[in-house]
């Protein structure tokens, strides 16, 4: 994957953006209400991709003893680092990543229940401060998304941590094989059930899921 634009460096890591990050910030701009909001939420997806992207980062530091960098794209982020890690290195380095941003999405729920006059509701976004939106949105980030990021398909954290184990039970080739079978089946499922339920930005990720996994089935995070 291309790196992009290299915006920062944060801990010793450099940290790039591809075309396609802005082009969806560019779409919180354009269908949102308002600049405010589309900023609070940008700032919100910023925050818990890079968190969520820093525990692969340490993962990797850890285990590997390897620099990496990280690139912000369409679906979140990537982690690139050199080296081949043993199957239960690889699972523990995409698992990381998620345990991160559930971490966040907990202590986010936590203090939105505190601030909030009512505990959080999930499926209402709470009117009033902006503090109030911005909790949220980093509830919904962290826990929801990182639930659909741990769906069995490439290049999704929980795609690459199935193809660890399939790769430590039949080998690179066979399990590279069938997880790229298993990504296309479940991109496709993906789009049905969001079909059938009218939810516009979960179809798309089934499609973006399809796309990548016809394009390059051995994308690594």
């Not at 900023?39 to 530091?61: I, P, Q, W, Y």
């Not at 990496?68 to 979140?76: A, E, H, Q, R, Y």
């Not at 089946?185 to 059938?196: E, H, N, P, Q, S």
Request: charged content about 15%.
């Amino acid at each position: 994957m291309r790196r992009g634009l290299l915006i920062g460096r944060l801990f010793g890591t450099d940290i790039y953006c591809d075309l396609s990050f802005f082009l969806l910030i560019a779409l919180y701009f354009l269908t949102s209400r308002s600049a405010a909001a589309a900023a609070l939420f940008s700032g919100a997806v910023l925050l818990s991709v890079l968190v969520h992207e820093f525990g692969h980062v340490l993962a990797v530091r850890r285990l590997l003893r390897s620099p990496s960098i990280v690139v912000l794209w369409m679906l979140g982020g990537l982690t690139i680092y050199r080296g081949a890690p043993r199957p239960g290195q690889q699972a523990a380095i995409s698992l990381l990543g998620p345990a991160f941003s559930l971490a966040l999405g907990g202590v986010s729920y936590a203090a939105a229940v505190l601030l909030l006059p009512e505990p959080l509701r999930l499926l209402r976004q709470p009117e009033g401060p902006a503090i109030h939106v911005f909790l949220w949105v980093m509830v919904w980030i962290n826990l929801v998304w990182t639930v659909a990021n741990l769906l069995p398909a490439l290049p999704l954290d929980g795609g690459q941590a199935v193809r660890a184990g399939l790769r430590a039970g039949l080998g690179r080739p066979r399990a590279d094989r069938l997880m790229r079978a298993i990504s296309l089946v479940t991109g496709g499922a993906v789009i049905f059930a969001a079909v059938y339920l009218g939810l516009i930005f979960a179809a798309l990720l089934g499609a973006l899921l399809v796309l990548e996994n016809l394009k390059r089935p051995d994308v690594a995070v």
